[in-house]
């Protein structure tokens, strides 16, 4: 049965009996082809352990513990004079957000007005109630998770008002005013997503923006609780 040498033995088998110096130039040889197959293996161990530790495009992975924190913005705070309300001894004080929200109108100048923000059904509900004084281009937007025709009205609620029902996109689709602890209910004739009040004659002393369009931060919206 004939069976086949293996590489090196062939090798071996082919230099039986050539001269000396010979043998040497084939030995060093191998040792030189075995240090060259070394380096090229630390070479491909080095690469693979840099890919492992970048991310995609060639950048260094962060190390988490060495990054720097990244700065909160503070909170708004409510303006002195907004938490003044005196309640009657048997009444739940009930805490408002706070936000300022822009009113804009075609060739007219940006206004700014501060608003509490009524974005739960015991905001809602409470409202302006027990207020005897506003400052000045300071209200209340009540936010509501869907569009809605829920009326609105002045029980306990001791400062003449008026109120801009808004869509979704914040553009005023009604003015009505507001009479001072009138328990008639003031219905919208559409549904509306926001609702604005201020003191009455806000709008007629800014009579130009009447059919502008809240801008109203992401923030601010309703909740069915």
């Known amino acids: 049965m004939h069976q086949e040498l293996p590489p090196t033995a062939k090798v071996c088998s082919a230099l039986v009996g050539q001269p000396r110096s010979l043998l040497l130039l084939v030995v060093l040889a191998a040792v030189s082809v075995a240090a060259c ?3 090229a293996d630390s070479q491909v161990s080095e690469a693979a352990e840099a890919s492992a530790n970048a991310t995609s495009g060639g950048v260094a992975a962060a190390d988490p513990e060495n990054l720097d924190p990244v700065p909160l913005l503070p909170a708004a705070s409510i303006p002195a004079g907004l938490n ?6 048997d009444t739940e004080p009930v805490a408002f957000n706070f936000t300022v929200i822009e009113l804009a109108a075609a060739d007219q100048p940006v206004l700014v007005i501060d608003v509490l923000v009524a974005d739960t059904f015991a905001r809602r509900g409470r409202g302006l109630m027990f207020r005897t004084t506003l400052p000045p281009s300071t209200g209340m937007i009540f936010a509501f998770p869907t569009r809605t025709t829920s009326p609105i009205w002045m029980k306990d609620t001791p400062l003449d008002l008026e109120v801009a029902f808004l869509a979704e996109d914040g553009e005023i689709q009604e003015i009505l005013p507001l009479h001072a602890l009138s328990v008639e209910l003031v219905h ?3 549904p509306y997503h926001f609702a604005v009040e201020l003191p009455r004659g806000w709008f007629a002393r800014h009579a130009s923006h009447a059919s502008g369009r809240f801008l109203i931060p992401p923030s601010v919206r309703g909740f069915a609780e």
Not at 84 to 89: F, K, N, S
């Open 37 to 39: 197959s070394g380096d």
């Open 84 to 89: 003044d309300v005196e309640l009657p001894a």
């Open 188 to 190: 919208p004739e559409l």
